[in-house]
């Protein structure tokens, strides 16, 4: 078997492994870097391209996992597009929305780069999807080579990947996945025997807090410090992805309320692509698994964030939650906009509830705060400003934390663990934590175009 990621290998980026097995040729996901634009968003796909990608298996739709698959359908037009029926749903959505954004961005000047792709080559793409049950068999060769998608607890949809060679031999690639209960998607699930070799994500392999904090103790905390906000007459922005963060802090918001935790009459809002998502959340909430299925997104009431300046102020001058995009609070996104009309006033909040890198506005302003720094400067029109509301961090992550991952690990016994998806110095702490928690298995970090045999 033969293994290259194609995506960089310092940093979370573009998630795309190549696998070539037999004589099929197979890409686990086809990412694009959230934090990149133009082509340097895509994976490099030199080292493949004298050869053959069979099938594609996408295993959730977050950009960094999808945002390069019209790329990869025009380098190889006969490959097969296979993912979960949700993912299906979701990847349509987010790719649409993802051109939509790429469009208007060249456009307005925003960026020099033209959109990777247009409407017409998602049409194209679409009918090349072969959408499947979770578990299913999914036939890759005439060899003998399947897989099938294994529920993996990130999200809606989201699964891992297991491989089964036609010498039979087992891969499993991991993708996102938490093993422990979100508030809507209940945990992950891995496979039930050993396997030969493990493809492992590494998001939070760098996160020393995470594995400290039980999800009960934080839910408290996060209700407990919303309430205090609230209760002094402040607004709390909360920035979040809004694919996953977004529906599961909706939810929580939803139960905080039911148990009075905070007033039920405390206006939410939120807004744009995420109210979408919520609606597809809702469609499958009997057809994927959920730790309540009764439960809708939209069960918990929302106001539409208003559009307008006048409308807006009136809504964060009255104490209510803002649950807006994007989670790591990039330059013009809504959450970074009204960051900054938060930040110097001391009766707000900020509360952060999914991964924030260190180099982004959302893990700037987080190291500001613990720092004790006096300000930051979010956006350079408008200079350095004093941080005076409150700025926390919870832990609502839909990765699993850094001794989830060694516990799957050694559940699975592996001969072969190849850690992706991480920065260098998450990968760098797994593997040594690993040398110990499964002694027998080979620990390879591959570089970025880097042909693994194994
Ligand atoms: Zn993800
Ligand atoms: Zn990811």
């Known amino acids: 078997m033969e293994f290259i990621s194609l995506g960089r290998d310092n940093d979370i980026g ?85 051109a939509r954004l790429q469009r208007r961005k060249f456009y307005e000047g925003s960026s020099p780069y033209r959109p990777l792709f247009e409407d017409e080559d998602l049409d194209d793409i679409f009918d090349m999807y072969h959408s499947h049950d979770f578990n299913q068999r999914i036939n890759l060769g005439s060899g003998g080579t399947h897989a ?10 989201a699964a891992g990947v297991l491989l089964t060679t036609d010498d039979n031999r087992k891969v499993f690639y991991t993708s996102d996945t938490r093993s422990e209960d979100q508030t809507i998607i209940p945990g992950g699930q891995y496979p039930s025997s050993p396997v030969d070799v493990l493809i492992m994500e590494s998001t939070l392999g760098a996160d020393p807090v995470a594995e400290q904090v039980t999800r009960s103790e934080e839910e408290i905390r996060f209700a407990e410090r919303l309430k205090a906000v609230l209760d002094r007459g402040g607004s709390v922005l909360i920035p979040v992805f809004m694919l996953g963060r977004a529906q599961e802090i909706l939810a929580l918001l939803g139960r905080f309320k039911a148990k009075k935790l905070i007033d039920p009459e405390t206006p939410i809002y939120s807004a ?14 009997e057809s994927s698994p959920r730790i309540d299925p009764d439960f809708r997104v939209y069960s918990v009431e929302q106001r539409r964030f208003p559009r307008t300046h006048k409308a807006r102020a009136r809504a964060l001058n009255q104490p209510g939650i803002h649950v807006l995009a994007s989670g790591m609070m990039i330059e013009n996104t809504l959450s970074h906009l009204i960051a900054m009309e938060l930040l110097e006033h001391e ?40 941080i005076n509301c409150e700025v926390d961090r919870f832990r609502f992550s839909g990765h699993a934390h850094r001794r989830e991952l060694l516990e799957i690990a050694s559940g699975l016994a592996p ?40």
């Open 272 to 285: 744009g692509g995420l109210r979408e998502v919520s609606k597809i959340y809702d469609d499958y909430r």
């Open 347 to 386: 009766q707000h909040a900020i509360f952060f509830v999914g991964f924030a890198k260190d180099d982004l506005p959302a893990g700037r302003l987080i190291h500001a705060a613990q720092s004790g720094a006096e300000g930051i400067i979010l956006d350079s029109r408008r200079g350095m400003q004093t």
């Open 415 to 454: 001969s072969t663990i190849i850690l992706v998806h991480g920065q260098t110095e998450a990968k760098r702490w797994l593997k040594e934590a690993l040398y110990k928690e499964c002694p027998n298995a080979q620990i390879l970090t591959p570089s970025q175009g880097e042909l693994v045999k194994v």
């Open 14 to 98: 573009a998630s795309c492994h190549y696998l070539r097995v037999g004589n099929v040729g197979i890409t686990l996901d086809a990412g694009a870097d959230p934090n990149e634009e133009g082509p340097r968003s895509l994976p490099d796909f030199t080292p493949i391209l004298n050869r053959r990608v069979d099938h594609v298996m996408i295993t959730h739709a977050h950009h960094d996992h999808i945002g390069g698959l019209p790329a990869v359908n025009a380098n190889w037009p006969m490959a097969r597009l296979h993912l979960t029926h949700a993912s299906k749903t979701l990847t349509t959505l987010m790719l649409y929305a993802s």
């Open 148 to 157: 099938e998608f294994i529920y993996s607890g990130h999200l809606l949809g």
